[in-house]
């Protein structure tokens, strides 16, 4: 059993900052990708950026310059500091990860999500 448990979220004001945390745990060999998504009301679930097992990362366009995304393996834990924040990033976000279970089994497994509303 395997399970990403995300943190960080909550309500902050135009140009404040937060920091996501989303932590694996279980039965975990290693993880390769991890990354962070994001679903605002009415909206579909859209990319916010992702790393790899080497530190490479990804980022989508309406973030670039102001998230970024890291990750620490030994915790098996993966970030997301959000500067500059605007109404417009307020979403549910989730962290998912890529990951061999210690049955050699490869599954894409996603944490519960979390609040972030930016608002004056």
Known sequence: QVQLVESGG???QPGGSLRLSCAASGSIFSINAM?????APGKQRELVATITSGSST???DSVKGRFTISRDNAKNTVYLQMNSLKPEDTAVYYCNADIYTKLLRMGRYW???????VSS
Do not use: P
Request: charged residues 5%.
């Open 10 to 12: 909550g309500l902050v």
């Open 35 to 39: 990354g962070w998504y994001r679903q």
């Open 58 to 60: 990804n980022y989508a």
């Open 111 to 117: 944490g519960q999500g979390t609040q972030v509303t």
